[in-house]
């Protein structure tokens, strides 16, 4: 599958921003989906995941509460809702693609949108 991010920007503090990431293929609804963020100088980290059917859903604590993630499987889409911004969030953000039953072992990546919030 390939995947295709976008809806970053510069924010101030405390604004909103949707993240989405379109993907290639039929087969999306075989994929749990995820979002992942590296700041510079930083390692990538895990933000949220969601499930094939989107029916479970989990987030990294630092944005538990303010990001929401969810998709639509006829639109092959899924999204990244993230509410009450903080500079902290400033970083790269890369959506991922992980096959049913690889345990959220993901294996596919997008290109990575950029994401700014300025204090």
């Known amino acids: 599958v390939q995947l295709q991010a976008s809806g970053g920007g510069l924010v101030q503090a405390g604004a909103s921003l949707r993240l989405s990431c379109a993907a290639s293929?039929?087969?999306?609804?075989?994929?749990?989906m995820g979002w992942f963020r590296q700041a510079p100088g930083k390692e990538r980290e895990f933000v949220a995941a969601?499930?094939?059917?989107?029916?479970?859903?989990h987030y990294a604590d630092s944005v538990k509460g303010r990001f929401t993630i969810s998709r639509d499987n006829a639109k092959n889409t899924v999204y990244l809702q993230m509410n009450s911004l903080k500079p902290e969030d400033t970083a790269v953000y890369y959506c991922?693609?992980?096959?049913?039953?690889?345990?959220?072992?993901?294996?596919?990546w997008g290109q990575g949108t950029q994401v700014t919030v300025s204090s």
């Open positions: 969601i499930t094939w059917s989107g029916g479970s859903t």
């Open positions: 991922a693609a992980a096959p049913l039953g690889a345990s959220y072992d993901f294996r596919s």
């Open positions: 293929g039929r087969t999306f609804s075989s994929y749990d």
